[in-house]
Every structure is written in structure tokens, then in C-alpha cells.
């Protein structure tokens, strides 16, 4: 079959690099991609978001299933935009329909669906820059720290998390009334704040039955130690070790089984993957977010720890036969480290050249803001590329990923040295 990939991060060049692998495949094609998919597949530089581009791409290459990347496609409707055309119906989206995307395109939603199918999370209220003053009486109801969610898709950035009470009002009016975040805080909900160490769940979900995923952790701060400004990640490890079978239980009885149920009751049309961040307090998990689709950087820890044939998995998801897979997980710990653009996640310089990544041998390197250019690689963005190892610990792993970062370079390259430091 012929198979299209929307996006072009380390996420999708390692969708790519798993479904590259299956013989089911034929022609693999990636919309627009990066230096790392073009090694496995076809790259069009297309849009996520230019759905007539990727209508005209679909009937051109005789595409029989989309997988989607990236949130932003989903939020603004790419399944339904398929589902809606006669061309086009019969084409398997992977990727929740925009009522179902909600849950990662507005943050109230995703509360308000939690309470309602009793799910555990932290208590919260939302305001807009007509209630702003509710908002500070709200904070001075909470003690610290202060956590603020822009309500919409800030590109992972939406989230401040403040100890001091005047620096907390003094945000939430920069992005009430200042706009800080654009359209995504028109809205800001304010959440108690949870104490605990966090991690990752994935489940694979073709609207009526579900598998799960091994769990990860991801690192999001710049800086070691967890300090600094939020990033889209900075590595991940995968098994979580600290995730026992009881808790990992609990993750399925208390959240997974009432998301999914949840789903139906509110008629939520969700074919897809269901991203579930989630803390865990004393014993117990709480969930922070969803989001609609993989995670990066933890896909490229959890997909190469899945032995089963990925396009396998991704027809079940289309045609609603999940419940006849049997998910087949790799024992070895992954773990990667990402390295990126000197001065991320605030302004950096693109298009350095980098040299030495093919003389990586014990490590898999999955491409993100990376693009060829005159024949070179050269950096594309602030997150530049993943190191995945595997390893009989995660300690193991991590030691080749940093051995492997060794091999290769790029002017102003960084990258935290302490992954796996908390665990």
C-alpha cells in the first residue's frame, strides 16, 4: 500500500523509519519532511495545514492511509475535511476527527471531559480578559506555585509555572489582556498545582477497542537540573522505571478504560493516538493533559521498542480491528538525547551544516529540524536531532547516546548532559 506521513520532525522521520521497515509498505511519502525521512521515503514539500495540496498529493500517489504528525492538521480538521469529500472518504486517516482534537486544541475542554467521566485531575477554573480580576481572587485562593495554561495550541510553550503570587497576576494579565500566547490565550485556565514526578502514557485506539503503548518520560526544560524555559523536549526515556505493574494498572483502570468509554459516550469520533501526560502523586496517577497524536521526542523512544509491524497496527486502527493485535514490546530500555540549536527555545540561527552524523553506529539518529540543502544537512529548527540507543538499562542507553552525540557537530550544537538524572 502507499502510505502518506504529515509533518516533518523527529516524530514523523521515525514513523517513517518504522513504517519503511513493514512490507506492506510500497511507496512511502512525507508532506513536507526532513533531511531523515528523504533517506526512507519520498518528501513533498507540501503544508500539514494545505488540505486542497494534500487532496490533489492523496489522489495523485494512489495514497491508502494518512497517518497524521502533528496536532495542528487535526485541531483544524484534516479527517473530517477527508470524510466531507467523495474523493477522499474512503482513505483511512489516522488521527482523531477536530470534535475529538479538541481535547488537545483547547485546554477547558479537556477539564471539563475529565470531570465529567471522573477522571483524576488537578482542580481548576478558567478565565478570559473580561474576568481577569476573578482570575487574580482565584490565585489568591491557591498556594504556590502558580500553574497558568494558555487554552490553545501554543506550540508546547503555553505553560507557566510560578512560586511567587504578584508575578502569577502579573501573567495571566500579559496573556489575557497582552495577548502574550495570540488566539491560544484568549483563554487561560488556572490549575492547582500537583507535586510528583511526571511521565507519558500512548494508546492506540480505533474508536472502539485500545492498546497501550509502553510508557516514557519525557525532559522538558532547557536547562539541567529541570531549570529554565520550557522546550518541546530534550530526551526521553523509555520503560519508565519507576512505573511498577500496580501503577501502571491503575493508569489503565482509573484513566485509559474511562477516556475511551468517554470517548463513545460523548460521541467523540476518535481514530488515533491518544497522548496522555500524567503525574504521579504519592501512588497515584493524575493526568495533566492529552494530546491528540505521539509525542516528540518520546516516539523516538517507543516506536523503536515496538517489534510488531507498524502498518499492521495503523490498518487495524483504520478499518476497527484493533482487538486482533497483539502488541509485541521490546525488553531493552530506549532512551534519547535531543540536541539542539544554540540559544532554542528563544531565538537561534539556522542552516549550519552538519557533518559526521553517518559515522553514527550504535545509535539511531531520527532527524527534526534538519533539511538537505546543496546535497548537505543543515539545521532547519531549534530541535535538531534525536539520539536514540538501546540499552539492557536505561543507563546503558543513555551512555550511548551520549557517545554517539560525540560523533557528530554543528556550530552552537547543545544538549543537556543530565537525562535520566531523576529517576
Not at 232 to 256: W, Y
Not at 340 to 349: D, K, L
Not at 353 to 380: N, Y
Request: aromatic share 8%; net charge negative.
Amino acid at each position: 500500500m502507499n502510505i502518506l506521513v504529515l509533518g516533518s520532525g523527529g516524530r514523523e522521520h521515525t514513523f517513517a523509519w518504522k513504517i519503511a521497515q513493514s512490507p506492506l509498505c510500497n511507496e512511502l511519502y512525507v508532506a513536507p519532511g526532513n533531511s531523515g525521512t528523504a533517506e526512507v521515503a519520498t518528501n513533498v514539500n507540501i503544508g500539514v495545514t494545505d488540505f486542497d495540496a494534500i487532496k490533489t498529493l492523496v489522489l495523485d500517489k494512489q495514497i491508502d492511509l494518512v497517518v497524521v504528525g502533528p496536532e495542528d492538521p487535526l485541531v483544524k480538521g484534516v479527517h473530517d475535511y477527508f470524510l466531507n469529500d467523495n474523493q477522499l472518504k474512503d482513505v483511512p486517516v489516522i488521527g482523531p476527527q477536530k470534535a475529538a482534537a479538541e481535547l488537545e486544541g483547547s485546554k477547558e475542554f479537556a477539564k471539563e471531559f475529565m470531570y465529567r467521566h471522573n477522571i483524576p485531575t488537578a482542580g481548576y477554573e478558567s478565565f478570559t480578559k473580561d474576568s481577569v480580576e476573578q482570575g487574580f481572587a482565584f490565585l489568591d485562593t491557591l498556594q504556590p506555585p502558580y500553574v497558568l495554561k494558555a487554552d490553545g495550541l501554543a506550540a508546547g510553550k503555553g505553560v507557566v509555572i510560578l512560586n511567587d503570587l504578584d508575578e502569577a497576576k502579573a501573567e495571566l494579565k500579559s496573556m489575557l489582556v497582552d495577548a502574550k500566547f495570540g488566539e491560544a490565550s484568549t483563554k487561560v485556565v488556572i490549575e492547582e498545582f500537583l507535586d510528583g514526578i511526571e511521565l507519558s502514557c500512548f494508546v492506540l485506539t480505533d474508536g472502539e477497542n485500545y492498546k497501550i503503548l509502553p510508557t516514557a518520560k519525557d525532559y522538558k526544560r532547557i536547562g539541567e537540573g529541570d531549570t529554565g524555559l520550557n522546550t518541546g523536549g530534550m530526551g526521553a526515556v523509555s520503560p519508565v522505571p519507576f512505573a511498577t505493574d500496580e501503577f501502571l494498572n491503575k493508569i489503565e483502570e482509573r484513566i485509559v478504560k474511562p477516556t475511551i468509554e468517554g470517548f463513545k459516550k460523548d460521541k467523540l469520533p476518535y481514530v488515533g493516538f491518544v497522548f496522555i501526560g500524567l503525574i504521579k502523586v504519592g501512588d497515584d496517577p493524575k493526568v495533566i493533559e492529552y494530546n491528540v497524536r505521539m509525542g516528540d521526542p518520546e516516539t523516538e523512544v517507543v516506536f523503536p521498542r515496538l517489534k510488531n509491524d507498524l502498518v499492521e497496527i495503523l490498518q487495524a486502527m483504520g478499518n476497527g480491528t484493533l482487538d486482533t493485535i497483539d502488541i509485541d514490546i521490546d525488553e531493552r530500555a530506549a532512551t534519547t538525547i535531543m540536541v539542539v540549536s544554540g540559544g532554542y527555545p528563544e531565538a537561534y540561527e539556522k542552516g549550519k551544516e552538519i557533518t559526521g552524523i553517518e559515522t553514527i553506529e550504535d545509535s539511531i539518529p531520527f532527524h527534526a529540524g534538519a533539511q538537505l540543502k546543496d546535497g548537505k544537512v543543515v539545521t532547519s529548527g531549534g530541535r535538531v536531532i534525536a539520539i536514540t540507543s538501546y540499552g539492557g538499562t536505561y543507563k546503558e542507553a543513555i551512555k550511548k547516546s551520549y557517545q554517539s552525540i560525540e560523533k557528530f557537530n554543528f556550530d552552537k550544537m547543545y544538549y543537556r548532559k543530565d537525562i535520566g538524572f531523576d529517576l
